[in-house]
Structure formats: C-alpha cells, structure tokens
C-alpha cells in the first residue's frame, strides 16, 4: 500500500512565524500535491511538482512556497504565517502521468494548521 | 475554466438504504477522467471511484456505482446498501491537464451521514 506521511496532525504557530510543513511518500511517485481544504470551498492547489527541483504553482500559490529536494520528500513553506492560512493541508502523491493519466492520488491523514 | 459542483452540502439516509449523491462539472475537453474520493471524520481521503470519459460503461465498485451522462456533464455516486462507515465527506473531482501535467479539480464536498 501507498503510504504518504504528514509530519503533524496538528500545528499551531504564531503570526509571522515561518512554518514548514513535511510530506513523506514511500511508492517512488514523481507528483507531489500541496493542497489547503476549507470547509465548503473543497480542495484548492497550492503547488505541485512533477520531479525533483521541480515545482509548479496551483491555483492559489501566494504566501507559500514548497521544495523537492529528494524525489520522496515535499515539502510545503509558510514563508510568513497569516492567520488566514490556517486550514487543513493536505499532501498528496500519484504516478506519473501520460497514458496513465488516471492515476490516483494517494493522500496524507493532513495537518490542521493554526495560526495564531 | 473547468469547474466542479456538487449541489448537495449534506446528506443523510437511513442505514442500508439507497443514496446517490450529485456531482456535474464543466469542461470543453473531449477526453478526461472524474473520479469520487471519501474523507471519514478524522481520516485520510481515499479513491472510491473513476471514470474515464472515453468509455461509456458507467464504472462500478462492490456497492458504488456510478452514472456518468457525458452529455449533460454529470457524474453522480450512488451508494448501495449504505453502512454505517460509509459516513464521510465525499468529493468529486475532475482531472485537467496543464502543460503535460494533470491536475485535480474538486468539488465542494458533499456531507453524507449514514443514520442507524
């Protein structure tokens, strides 16, 4: 089974603080996903990224931004938190796609992110 | 601009009961894929369904179903025989492709309780 690890359940931090957020997959997948879930708003994409060093921007980037230094590690940054970033983060992975574009993805149990 | 909806925030129906929740989206693609994912309170997001849109057999899983009307863009979940685990926020999602590169496009989330 795919396993994909969020480094916490629960965060709290303080307005202005940088906030790292780690994601760990074990299946070799080469997309990551960085998403926030709101209540009533579904799952909206921070970032993605399709290779290691590589990253592109979902649909809402500002205020964050992620590396891919190892290709099973990804992770999300909060360069100066705000306290309209608290959400839940979800990470995710999948296969690469192209003729297998139908693949999955496989999710972290997320983190709920206070800020405070 | 693809978009999702899912016209229905909550549900809830009686155990072993029949319940078929509504997704429709928008798109001017002629070939995609949509899929269904379950979020249990507390727990991590998971694959219950997909569909590609090329194939016009409606996809089938033990006890969901779906029914995927190319036409009128709809793409809804039913639930057999409910049980008491099938209590979950359940999305529906679409996937695009951007530059090479997929990507999820989720609905708002329907909340499906499952009463005993």
């Known amino acids: 089974d795919v396993k994909v690890t969020q480094s916490s359940r629960y965060l709290v931090k303080r307005t202005g603080e940088k906030v790292f957020l780690e994601c760990v997959q074990d299946m070799d997948h080469e997309n990551m996903f960085w998403y926030r879930q709101d209540p009533g708003l579904g799952l909206r994409l921070i970032y993605f990224?399709?290779?290691?060093?590589?990253?592109e921007k979902g649909d809402i980037p500002e205020g964050y931004s992620v590396s891919r230094e190892k290709k099973e590690r990804f992770s999300l940054i909060l360069e100066s938190a705000s306290t309209n970033q608290t959400s839940m983060y979800l990470c995710?992975?999948?296969?690469?796609?192209?003729?297998?574009?139908?693949?999955?993805?496989?999710f972290g149990d997320g983190t709920r992110l206070s800020i405070l | 601009a693809q978009t999702v909806t899912q016209s229905q925030p909550e549900m809830s129906v009686q155990e072993a009961e029949t319940v078929t929740l509504s997704c429709t989206y928008d798109?001017?693609?002629?070939?995609?894929?949509l899929f269904w994912y379950k979020q249990p309170p507390s727990r991590q997001m998971i694959l219950v369904i997909r569909?590609?849109?090329?194939k016009q057999q409606n996809a089938t899983e033990n006890r969901f179903s779906v029914n995927f009307q190319k036409a009128a863009k709809s793409f809804s979940l039913k639930i057999s025989d409910s049980q008491l685990g099938d209590t979950a926020m359940y999305f529906c999602?679409?996937?695009?492709?951007?530059?090479?590169?997929?990507?999820?496009?989720w609905g708002a989330g329907t909340k499906l309780i499952i009463k005993p």
């Open positions: 569909q590609e849109a090329y």
């Open positions: 999602a679409f996937m695009k492709s951007s530059g090479g590169n997929y990507q999820l496009i």
């Open positions: 995710a992975s999948s296969l690469v796609v192209g003729e297998n574009s139908n693949q999955p993805q496989h």
């Open positions: 990224s399709y290779d290691v060093k590589m990253k």
């Open positions: 798109t001017s693609e002629s070939n995609y894929y």
